[in-house]
């Protein structure tokens, strides 16, 4: 038996894993040996879909394209099982924290029935009314190669939802090691397959989707021995007698909806962005805003591992009522990702060139390789301070607050980037430069505003630090 600090109850530890032992020591170490394996995972996975895209190029235009209608509904299964995730994963911390095994364990079961039931809700009509739905999004002649590729990823839809919510998991008991091993297998398995299935095979397109769903079907069964086989995780799955408790789903949902409806909100601001490009500027434009908005994913991939550490352990600290601890971990993360950002940066500044090279070898778009460049030797100067409004964001997820990270996201990202982008390309006349600004400014700005946002609610949360431990321990 092992004894929390916070509220002196008593949790089992008869099975106290490694990652379990990460979440109970230091926090700031916590930070660095769960936040270190998913930043190298999400590089390796953000690599990869340009490597995807890549192969597919070959193929010709029409193929980009039709995968290109296909990924809107492909993000789409990614967010809601990553919102899914991130609720799950939050609750279950938070009850670990707490020293609540056994409802920790009820929280992991209930995940993963929400997780068939959302298949069920999305990946299956996805499937069935493919074709309608590819006509209604103007796929016109591509829409036979959208086809053949979408109604593949979508038949797979249920792998998708099941590795995000089960990587989830491990990544809310600590063991981000195994999440990093299972993303990383997938993702050179997938780069390792598709030039065999598109080209050697020659399946063509289908092949790129067989090669994406294979690779998944290995990191689940990878994944599943590890869960149900192994029983070497500290959370149980007990799916015998189960009965939905609405008290849980609904703590899952207070972050998993918010968290799934922020990531759907950054791909609409795409959407938005290339709006005020065409206003400003012509088709060009968009082209070397999606180009660079691709290496802008890869330079602040490391925060969205840092991220998913901070969420981990402020969910623990906060099941555990340490929150004068909340603000010295998020402190000592940002710190970490300022470092690392301002490295990327640099690097980004002074390569830009060669960056802008690298995605512009066709002939077609060669005359945009300086436009490319321009793009990225300005946003490079956000980079460091979303360290600040991404960490803030993942704080906010760990502790429940799911709907404060889902305003805080959509004030930088759907009213504060497009504001100010329109302002210095529309009004200051800045035309295309003035979007890249309006880029900079908006996240800088986003930002800094959710780090104060933050701050305020951990100050608050250690105003009535007495009052929550002697509530824990029934003076109360």
Same mark, same amino acid.
């Given at each position: @038996? ?39 995972? @999400? ?9 995807? +895209? ?24 990614? =967010? ?84 995000? #919510? ?44 067989? =090669? ?33 408790? @609405? ?21 609409? +601001?795409? #959407? ?44 623990? @600290? ?41 995605? +512009?070898?066709?002939?077609? =778009? ?7 460049? /321009? ?94 431990? /002697? ?6």
């Amino acid at each position: @038996m092992n004894e929390n600090p916070a509220t002196g109850e008593s949790y089992k530890t008869d099975h106290v894993t490694s990652g379990m032992k990460t979440l109970t020591g230091d926090p700031k170490k916590a930070i660095l040996k769960l936040g270190m394996p998913m930043m190298l995972a @999400m590089s390796v996975q953000t690599v990869y879909n340009l490597v995807d +895209t890549f192969w597919v190029s070959g193929l010709g235009a029409d193929a980009l394209a039709a995968i290109g209608f296909v990924f809107p509904f492909f993000t789409s299964m990614i =967010a809601l099982s990553t919102g899914l995730g991130l609720g799950g994963g939050s609750a279950i911390s938070r009850k670990l924290g707490a020293g609540d095994k056994k409802a920790a364990d009820n929280v992991a079961v209930h995940s993963m029935v929400l997780m068939l039931v959302l298949t069920l809700l999305v990946s299956v009509p996805l499937f069935i009314f493919a074709r309608p739905i590819f006509e209604a999004a103007g796929a016109g002649k591509t829409i036979d190669l959208s086809m053949d590729y979408g109604r593949i990823v979508f038949a797979g839809g249920i792998l998708i939802f099941f590795i995000n #919510v089960a990587s989830a998991i491990l990544r809310s008991e600590g063991d981000a090691k195994r999440a990093m091993y299972a993303m990383i297998f997938g993702a050179v398995l997938n780069i390792a397959l598709d030039p065999l299935f598109i080209y050697t095979f020659g399946l063509g397109i289908k092949g790129a989707a067989w =090669a994406t769903v294979l690779s998944l079907g290995i990191t689940a069964i990878m994944i599943s021995k590890w869960l149900f086989l192994n029983n070497d995780t500290y959370v149980s799955f007990k799916f015998r007698g189960f009965r939905p408790d @609405m008290d849980i789903i609904k703590e899952i949902s207070k972050v998993g909806l918010p968290s799934a409806m922020q990531q759907l909100s950054m791909a609409f +601001t795409m #959407v938005i962005m290339n709006l005020v490009i065409i206003a400003v500027n012509n088709t060009d434009g968009v082209a070397v805003y999606a180009v660079g908005w691709r290496v802008v994913m890869i330079a602040i991939a490391p925060l969205v591992g840092i991220g998913t550490a901070v969420m981990t352990v402020s969910g623990f @600290m906060y099941g555990g009522h340490e929150y004068k601890k909340l603000m010295s971990v998020l402190l000592y993360a940002i710190k970490v990702g300022v470092i690392i950002e301002t490295g990327i940066a640099i690097f980004t500044f002074f390569t830009a060139p060669y960056i802008a090279a690298a995605f +512009t070898q066709a002939e077609s =778009a060669a005359h945009i390789t300086e436009d490319i460049t /321009a793009f990225l030797k300005i946003v490079f100067l956000f980079y460091p301070t979303t360290a600040m409004g991404l960490l803030s964001t993942s704080l906010f997820q760990g502790t429940g607050k799911g709907t404060s990270s889902l305003i805080a996201t959509i004030i930088r990202s759907l009213i504060l980037i497009p504001l100010f982008a329109f302002l210095f390309s529309y009004y200051l006349g800045m035309g295309l430069t003035g979007v890249w600004w309006g880029l900079v400014f908006g996240n800088v700005l986003g930002s800094l505003m959710n780090f104060g946002w933050v701050s305020i609610y951990v100050r608050k949360l250690q105003a009535h630090i007495p009052e929550k431990q /002697a509530a824990a321990h029934g003076e109360f």
